[in-house]
């Protein structure tokens, strides 16, 4: 397959839709059109890290398709990208005016929240994520996050559990078996704390990459040595040799 197309042709057929456009502003397809090549364009120099030219041609695009859910997205990625935090929130707000429903905009509000320390405010919005899909994992991920930071371990254990449920379908499912794992084997509570399931999943974890290992690899076998220690293995190979 070739290259993907380059900022000098997105630019080239701007330019063309534009001419179209003035001539009729009221033909929807050209209207489209047009929103679509500046979203591309958009993408092309956020990859550049061009982030305030980026935010000019979502702008553009959005006078064209103001209610477009895809490039508010866009818009809001690339407003948190420039750390302005208001106007990424607001923008997700925005899409939940025109789509109540979204759950990326629900996700997305509730991360921010999250991260402003309004983690009663956050998990409303992963929890209204679940009423619209009871079976998205992300959401529950979500929940076990704050809940564990919060440390409200309990909350986290059950929520995580809830993610795992979908592991075979969920591309995420790594870090809420870390997570899980972890808090099963480091947690005080003894009503918690749970040793062997730790371990299976630390196990799941690490054992299960054939080829190029993942980045969080090492985080795995950390936690895999903490299962270890939370069933006393260490300690039992640590001791003195049998004679």
């Not at 679509?36 to 695009?61: D, I």
């Not at 992300?138 to 449920?165: D, M, P």
């Not at 870390?178 to 974890?205: F, K």
């Not at 076998?221 to 300690?235: E, I, K, S, W």
Request: hydrophobic content about 45%; overall charge negative; charged content about 20%.
């Amino acid at each position: 397959p070739g290259a993907g197309p380059n900022r000098e042709a997105v630019d080239k057929v701007i330019d063309l839709l534009g001419v179209v456009y003035e001539q009729d502003p009221e033909y929807p397809q050209v209207q489209n059109l047009l929103a679509t090549s500046r979203r591309l364009n958009a993408a092309l120099m956020k990859s550049e890290q061009r982030y305030a030219a980026a935010e000019e041609q979502l702008l553009l695009a959005l006078e064209l398709n103001p209610e477009s859910v895809e490039l508010l997205l866009e818009m809001a990625n690339v407003y948190l990208i420039q750390g302005q935090i208001e106007k990424a929130e607001s923008t997700l707000r925005q899409i939940l005016d025109i789509d109540p429903k979204s759950i990326n905009a629900h996700i997305g509000i509730g991360n921010l929240l999250a991260d402003q320390g309004r983690t009663d405010e956050a998990l409303q919005e992963y929890e209204a994520v679940l009423a619209i899909d009871p079976d998205y994992p992300g959401a529950y991920y979500q929940i076990g996050f704050t809940h564990q930071n919060l440390g409200n371990f309990k909350q986290a254990v059950e929520a995580y559990r809830s993610a795992l449920k979908y592991r075979d379908t969920w591309d995420g499912w790594h870090i809420a078996a870390n997570n899980l794992a972890w808090i099963l084997a480091t947690v005080n509570d003894p009503t918690l704390r749970d040793g062997q399931e730790a371990l299976n999943w630390a196990n799941d974890l690490v054992n299960g990459f054939t080829e190029e290992l993942p980045p969080d690899y090492i985080e795995y076998l950390d936690t895999q040595a903490a299962a270890f220690a939370a069933l006393g293995v260490l300690a039992l190979l640590s001791g003195p040799a049998a004679v």
